[in-house]
């Protein structure tokens, strides 16, 4: 695979600086090669620049003069995430419908629909046009996928789960399992049907083995355009915004509410029922146990805000010794009580 770099930067929209030359791959400064495009987003990186011998760098215009050839822009990491598409290649090379796939009489596949060996797709389900099922996916009945959705090996969608068009799951997704709602009933414990359902919004990527359990009743949702990592776990009636970025380990308790651009960072844990505004970022590790309003930047367990954080983080490493000069001082305090006390009786 190669390109022109004229063609790339007219196919980008930018300007390029200096002669045309082939590009056949993308590399970091350190690595790349005279036909490797790389690109400069951090200018802690710019020493590299001198030693690179990359073919072209995506660089902002600054910067633009230290490069022989360079495409312009004033988002380099950006633009060059957009480069990334001219060179990615699409998994997988199977096309059409595998007679080894298993597909009910009663489901519907739209036109363009790729069935790998060994999927299910069950009753009354129904696929949009140019999405992709690769092998071991399951589809239970009643399911709606969208137009151009990529579903990967053994992702599994439990019936009546919706997924919005050109949305991504990986491999080892569950979506739709039984939310975890029970009731002790003395020496048992007794299991709460889980008869809603999972709505999945449109341009959603859900990293591998990250799990979404149905309602008790009515929806858990995800909104348009949010990302979610590996190994998320999103609990029962959860609502969750558009434009969010979840990391990997985060943990959601049932019917907790999560705005919109919200970002929350790898291994937090949320507690059940809460209400998370809009714009809020929540630090990795962090523990929310109460509601936190719109654009907030909070830390630590139990989370608290940014600011309020640091300051605890600063001052933990010396409570030891904080604690020596105190008990220091209260020794003082009390010679100091007892020589009055000896000084008022003479």
């Known amino acids: 695979m190669e390109f022109t770099l004229k063609f790339i930067a007219d196919k980008m929209g930018l300007e390029l600086k200096g002669d045309d030359c082939i590009i056949t791959g993308l590399n ?9 495009i790389s690109f400069l987003a951090n200018p802690k990186y710019i020493s590299s620049i001198e030693t690179t011998k990359a073919g072209a760098v995506v660089i902002s215009p600054e910067y ?10 004033s988002n380099p990491y950006f633009d060059f995430a957009k480069l990334l ?22 489901a519907e596949l739209a036109e363009d629909v790729t069935v790998y060996p060994f999927a299910y797709v069950g ?12 092998s071991g996916v399951y589809i239970g009945e009643d399911c709606k996928v969208g137009d151009n959705c990529i579903i990967y090996p053994n992702a599994v969608l439990m019936a009546s789960v919706e997924l919005g068009s050109d949305s991504i799951i990986q491999g080892g997704v569950v979506l739709g399992a039984d939310g975890f709602g029970f009731v002790p009933n003395g020496d048992n414990i007794f299991k709460i049907p889980q008869i809603g359902k999972v709505s999945i919004g449109k341009r959603v990527e859900i990293g591998a083995n990250a799990t979404i359990d149905r309602a008790a009743l009515d929806y858990t949702t995800v909104g348009d355009d949010t990302k979610i990592d590996n190994l998320v776990q999103i609990g029962h009636n959860c609502k969750i915004g558009n434009a969010c970025l979840i990391v990997a380990l985060v943990g959601i308790s049932g019917s907790t509410k999560v705005g919109n651009r919200v970002t929350l960072a790898g291994q937090a844990g949320l507690s059940g029922h809460l209400s998370i505004g809009d714009d809020v970022t929540v630090g990795p590790q962090s523990g929310v146990a109460k509601d936190i309003p719109s654009n907030s930047v909070v830390g630590g367990s139990p989370a608290m805000d940014k600011r309020d954080f640091l300051r605890n983080a600063i001052i933990a490493p010396k409570l030891p010794e904080m604690y020596n000069k105190i008990k220091g001082l209260e020794k003082e305090v009390a010679e100091l009580k007892a020589l009055v006390q000896t000084l008022a009786n003479k």
């Open 64 to 73: 633009a003069h230290l490069v022989k050839r360079a495409i312009i822009s």
């Open 123 to 134: 009753a009354k389900a129904k696929i949009g046009k140019g999405s992709c099922l690769f």
């Open 28 to 36: 970091t400064l350190e690595v790349a090669g005279p036909q490797d």
């Open 85 to 106: 598409t001219f060179f990615s290649k699409p998994q997988g090379s199977f096309q059409g419908i595998s007679p080894q796939a298993y597909i009910h009489p009663e």
